[in-house]
């Protein structure tokens, strides 16, 4: 078992839903603050805010309760430097390595970046047909994301003749309405940007209390709605690791 990436794996598991930071004008401190209010492990933070070279570096020394995910990201350094001209927030996994604890992306990723990084970091790209995806599996990534709000691809990935061993991750316009629908096509983690989290609220009167309660709502139904999709996944938290993998429904590339 890989002790570096299995907690963080586990916590993310169990977690069942996280939030990502998009690209807006709310505090990053607030929003953090409010992550953890409402008992969160594991948030995702994407290379679109304007502040994440800032941000990224320091996130452990600040925040060592939770674990950090980077989103939007892109597995050549190459493109990567071109695109800092225009955004200079963009970062290399390389620069980012030393403090992050995985890697989300909307495009694929080579198997050579995961070999590189499959063992050390969650490794999370994107994928448009299933041989994309299973290829990415067996070269190291912990999930394959899927883009919403249609979740006829995460279903595909999950028919019978496949055994559902690819594990799936899906954001794209989920709201605790829609979280029963995700899992049931298989997802066993789901994401939301906090511009889906907050969307009706005035900014001007959010403070970290409010936007915790946002969250906590988000949370709660998805825990609710993939212990009905996933029965084996209700009681995680009490579970051993060793019960916690035997109970997992697809396969685990952190062993």
């Not at 169990?14 to 998009?22: D, H, N, R």
């Not at 989300?104 to 448009?128: K, N, Q, W």
């Not at 994301?145 to 799936?168: E, Q």
């Not at 996944?233 to 697809?250: I, V």
Request: hydrophobic share 40%.
């Amino acid at each position: 078992m890989n002790d570096k990436l299995f907690p963080v794996y586990r916590a993310l598991h169990e977690q069942a839903w996280l939030p990502i930071f998009v690209k807006d004008d709310l505090s990053t401190e607030m929003l953090t603050e409010a992550c953890r209010m409402a008992g969160l492990k594991v948030v995702e933070y994407t290379l679109r805010r304007g502040d994440a070279a800032e941000v990224i570096p320091h996130w452990r020394e600040k925040n060592p309760d939770l674990y950090l995910l980077v989103g939007s990201t892109i597995d050549s350094d190459a493109v990567t430097l071109q695109l800092k001209r225009k955004h200079p927030q963009m970062m290399t996994l390389s620069q980012m390595a030393p403090y992050t604890d995985g890697f989300v992306s909307m495009l694929p990723f080579s198997d050579a970046t995961l070999r590189v990084y499959g063992s050390t970091h969650l490794c999370i790209p994107a994928a448009e047909t299933s041989g994309e995806a299973l290829r990415q599996i067996r070269e190291g990534a912990s999930f394959i994301k899927t883009i919403g709000p249609d979740f006829s691809f995460s279903k595909y990935l999950h028919a019978v003749p496949t055994f559902g061993y690819c594990p799936t991750y899906v954001t794209g316009g989920v709201t605790p309405e829609r979280m029963g629908e995700a899992f049931r096509a298989g997802n066993v983690l789901c994401a939301s940007g906090f511009d889906v989290i907050l969307r009706g609220e005035d900014p001007s009167c959010l403070d970290a209390a409010r936007v915790a309660e946002r969250i906590a709502e988000f949370a709660a139904a998805a825990r609710r709605e993939r212990a009905l999709a996933f029965p084996e996944l209700a009681d995680t938290a009490s579970m051993t690791d060793g019960e916690f993998l035997d109970a997992l429904p697809n396969y685990c590339s952190v062993l």
